[in-house]
């Protein structure tokens, strides 16, 4: 069986944006979702569907001349101020665009059959990064700033749980500047399933994510510091290529279990030196015990797969531009940073069409390099097509124009850049629960 899962099945799309759609204009959604009891009564130019599908959409223009295009797709003829705009965001509550992704992120992978059966796990991986914020006194007493100095810039550290093969996001966050990384990654195990692989890297070296993590009957692969236990340090020093040690917990690690609500236990685990290409000597750690099942040449290329979540970072502040927030209050910071994260996750659903990859793979037929979508282009397009997506009349001819779209603007998968990778050269036997690593 293959290591990873690629969710290709046709139709797949029209099913995911169909449930969310479903969402968006339910009237238990609106309510669950606006601020005040009487906020979105009254059929306002305005109203509730209107502004989600806005804060979507909007570009980097001025705010009215936004305003202007937008309802000259929606409604012509009617007129939005600035302000009005500004009065009907506070009524939103940022986390609709949390609610309407995990009503994607839910329908992606729980539709019958949208997981290939010859695929065992999804591979998932967490890491953090940081945002740069509009500067004032409000942002600043929410988030804080950068090294907490006085005249630095406004800082929020983001954290997400990617699926580097799918490419899609299926739990983040963004809080203040001096959020604990270790912390976030915990709190991201909610969304992890039973029998993923968690790729992280050295930043998140803590005995007790690691038991957070097998305790949910997933894997994990971390690279490690030197320094990061006495075993490893050891091992490093050691001619060996890989080793299986048991760590214990620290009184320290026992209270931080205690506190979240992990058991505490001696943890066995196995260590890996990976060569890369520049000679340069990595150490990794990792429940994947058994090196008959596992061989020790699969780690390199596997770990190599983390860099897809480098790679939505970078689109999400490059294309997206996530950074340049238009509203300026810590209200709409959240807004715009978890509707950009559902874009995301649309265009990704978009693309993992049957149709779109097979169309894609037919075009590129023996050409020196594999191929994937131009996810600038793919992004510019199904904003474009947002609006025709969750109001037209026909959702099939809107996916057959985007489709068409995205698979005429592709990009060429070069060896030794971080972009997706097909892992085909090694197939892992059938899954069975993590109980294996609990010593």
């Known amino acids: 069986m293959d290591l990873v899962s690629r969710s290709l099945r046709q139709n797949h799309a029209k099913t995911v944006i169909e449930a969310i759609k479903n969402k ?5 959604f609106i309510e669950q979702h606006k601020k005040g009891k009487n906020d979105f009564i009254r059929n306002r130019k305005l109203n509730f569907v209107n502004l989600v599908l806005f804060i979507l959409q909007r570009g980097k223009s001025s705010v009215q001349r936004e305003l202007e295009k937008f309802f000259a797709s929606v409604e012509r ?11 009907a965001r506070k009524k939103l509550c940022p986390e609709v665009f949390i609610s ?42 929410e988030f804080g700033r950068a090294n907490k100095q006085p005249d630095a810039k ?3 550290i983001v954290s997400a749980l990617f699926d580097v093969v799918n490419k899609v996001v299926l739990d983040s966050s963004i809080n203040p500047a001096d959020a604990s990384e270790n912390h976030l990654a915990f709190y991201h195990l909610g969304r992890v399933r039973q029998g993923d692989l968690v790729i992280l890297d050295r930043g998140y070296k803590c005995l007790w994510l690691m038991l957070g993590i097998v305790q949910k009957g997933a894997d994990y692969l971390i690279r490690l510091p030197v320094n990061a236990f006495k075993e490893v340090e050891l091992f490093e020093k050691s001619n060996e290529m890989e080793a299986i040690v048991t760590l214990h917990p620290t009184p320290k690690v026992i209270q931080q279990c205690l506190d979240l609500g992990i058991e505490a236990m001696p943890l066995k685990v196995r260590l890996v030196k990976v060569i890369l290409d520049t000679g340069e000597k990595e150490l990794l750690v990792t429940s994947l015990i058994d090196s008959m099942m596992y061989p020790v040449t699969i780690f390199k290329e596997l ?31 959240r807004q715009e940073f978890y509707a950009a994260i559902f874009l995301s996750n649309l265009q990704s659903v978009i693309a993992r069409e049957k149709d779109v990859q097979e169309r894609i793979e037919k075009k590129t037929e023996g050409r020196k390099y594999e191929y994937q979508e131009n996810r600038t282009s793919a992004l510019f397009f199904v904003k474009e097509g947002l609006i025709a997506l969750f109001t037209g009349a026909s959702l099939n001819m809107v996916l057959t124009y985007l489709k068409e779209k995205i698979t005429k603007n592709i990009l060429p998968i070069r060896p030794g850049r971080h972009y997706e990778r097909r892992f085909t050269r090694y197939k892992l036997p059938k899954f069975t629960p993590n109980k294996r690593a609990l010593a």
């Open 77 to 87: 003829g009617k007129e939005i101020t600035a302000s009005a705009l500004t009065h």
């Open 24 to 28: 968006l204009f339910s009237l238990e």
């Open 154 to 156: 406004p800082l929020g």
């Open 303 to 333: 770990y190599t797969l983390r860099w897809g979540i480098e790679e939505e970072y970078k689109t999400m502040k490059s294309v997206l531009e996530v950074e340049q927030f238009n509203g300026k209050s810590p209200h709409a910071v």
């Open 100 to 141: 309407l992704n995990n009503a994607l992120v839910e329908s992606f992978y729980n539709t019958a059959n949208s997981i290939s059966t010859s695929r065992i796990r999804r591979i998932l991986a967490v890491d953090g990064s940081r945002l740069e914020l509009p500067d004032n006194k409000e942002i600043v007493e």
